[in-house]
Nanobody, 121 residues
Framework: VQLQASGGGLVQAGASLRLDCTWS??????MAWFRQAPGEDREFVAA????????YYADSTGGRFTISRDNAKKTMSLQMNDLKPEDTAAYYC?????????????????WGQGTQVTVSS
């Protein structure tokens, strides 16, 4: 069971980044991105139901982020545009077979290692 996140980096405010999460041997009805800034609680960012393609976003993304999936490539992506300093955090991809509350990280069974996003002002 593996999730591998990539694509983080250091950018200036207003820039874009795309995070990718590749997976293997994971039973995943739902895949999601969470983030955690230093000293802060883990925060839900976005999620996608793998079969239906239904997407969910945190209000904080403000229409700037887009989550997508490519089943053939076993990859989930998060396109982040117009990044702001408050988006600075370690971003983690997660997967679960069944989730009742999309935003509840405790319901996700599998987690990637995290990729750092730093946005300078």
């Amino acid at each position: 069971v593996q999730l591998q996140a990539s694509g983080g980096g250091l950018v200036q405010a207003g820039a874009s980044l795309r995070l990718d999460c590749t997976w293997s041997r994971v039973s995943n009805d739902v895949m999601a991105w969470f983030r955690q800034a230093p000293g802060e609680d883990r925060e839900f960012v976005a999620a996608i139901r793998w079969t239906a393609g239904t997407t969910y976003y945190a209000d904080s993304t403000g229409g700037r982020f887009t989550i997508s999936r490519d089943n053939a490539k076993k990859t989930m992506s998060l396109q982040m545009n117009d990044l702001k300093p408050e988006d600075t955090a370690a971003y983690y991809c997660a997967a679960a077979g069944t989730v009742y509350t999309i935003t509840n990280g405790a319901e996700y069974n599998y987690w990637g290692q995290g990729t750092q996003v730093t946005v300078s002002s």
